[in-house]
Nanobody, 121 residues
Framework: QVQLVESGGGLVQAGGSLRLSCAAS????????MGWYRQAPGKQRERVAV???????NYADSVKGRFTISRDNAKNTVYLQMNSLKPEDTAVYYC???????????????WGQGTQVTVSS
């Protein structure tokens, strides 16, 4: 009923930049927090950045100063601007959104299918 569509992944050289986007659609009453998570092969999923509905961001220490999360509430879209990319940033990046489908239903987490980010040295 709620879908998250991600785009913007790809192959980039170390020091380069990528911009990820994720749009939520479907039965949406309100999109609350949104965020980006990543998972490298054989590793646990890691929170990269989250942003509240009011626009307050929080970043993992490993990406502070390099990544910027933002959102467009009118479009139910979250972005992740990734600068100064490092090989350690290589992972599948997943979009997450906390969504209320109606005023009376609890908030639920939804996930995108993931987009591959590969940073070569």
């Amino acid at each position: 009923q709620v879908q998250l569509v991600e785009s913007g992944g790809g192959l980039v050289q170390a020091g380069g930049s990528l911009r990820l986007s994720c749009a939520a659609s479907g039965s949406i009453f309100r999109v609350n927090a949104m965020g980006w998570y990543r998972q490298a092969p054989g590793k646990q999923r890691e929170r990269v950045a989250v942003i509240t509905s009011g626009g307050s961001p929080n970043y993992a220490d490993s990406v502070k100063g390099r990544f910027t999360i933002s959102r467009d509430n009118a479009k139910n879209t979250v972005y992740l601007q990734m600068n100064s990319l490092k090989p350690e940033d290589t992972a599948v990046y997943y979009c997450n959104a906390e969504v209320s489908s109606t005023w009376y239903t609890p908030r639920s987490d939804y996930w995108g299918q993931g987009t591959q980010v590969t940073v070569s040295s």
